[in-house]
């Protein structure tokens, strides 16, 4: 949604610009076509979180964590607790603003995210998922 709002600002001066110093009409058509391109996506942006959420599921043993998120494409993903080298809390402000994390999760070969967890279990289930690989917390 803020991209579309920043995307709007950006085509707006454009096309400002385009009126105020009569660049060559073609230009002008592309910038309708991108405005005409952003405000169809206004939907799907709204839409896209929501399916996000929905269908995001996340499980975790002594064994492994399990991941399973896809809403056109369903993918399951099984990470050993043995190959897990970090884990991690972040939150940007629009997160910090609805009390949100994203839980980060770095092994030998890739990098996982659970995203969008409340603060509480957010907490939770970084320090479950640093006690079963056995992660020492280190101080700054």
Do not use: C
């Not at 391109?37 to 975790?60: A, E, Q």
């Not at 050993?80 to 910090?96: H, N």
């Amino acid at each position: 949604m803020i991209g579309d709002i920043i995307a709007f600002a950006v085509l707006g001066i454009l096309l400002y610009l385009d009126h105020y110093f009569a660049w060559k009409e073609w230009i002008g058509w592309i910038l309708i076509g991108l405005v005409v391109i952003t405000v169809l996506s206004i939907p799907w942006s709204i839409i896209r979180p929501m399916l996000l959420y929905k269908n995001w599921r996340y499980g975790v043993d002594e064994e492994f964590l399990k991941l399973k998120f896809g809403a056109i494409t369903e993918k399951h993903q099984l990470v050993p607790m043995t190959k897990i080298q970090s884990v991690s809390a972040s939150q940007g402000p629009l997160m910090r603003r609805y009390g949100l994390y994203s839980i980060s999760i770095e092994t030998m070969g890739s990098s996982h995210t659970i995203p969008a967890l409340p603060d509480e279990v957010a907490m939770q289930l970084r320090d479950t998922i640093a006690r079963f690989a056995k992660i020492k917390e280190v101080e700054q």
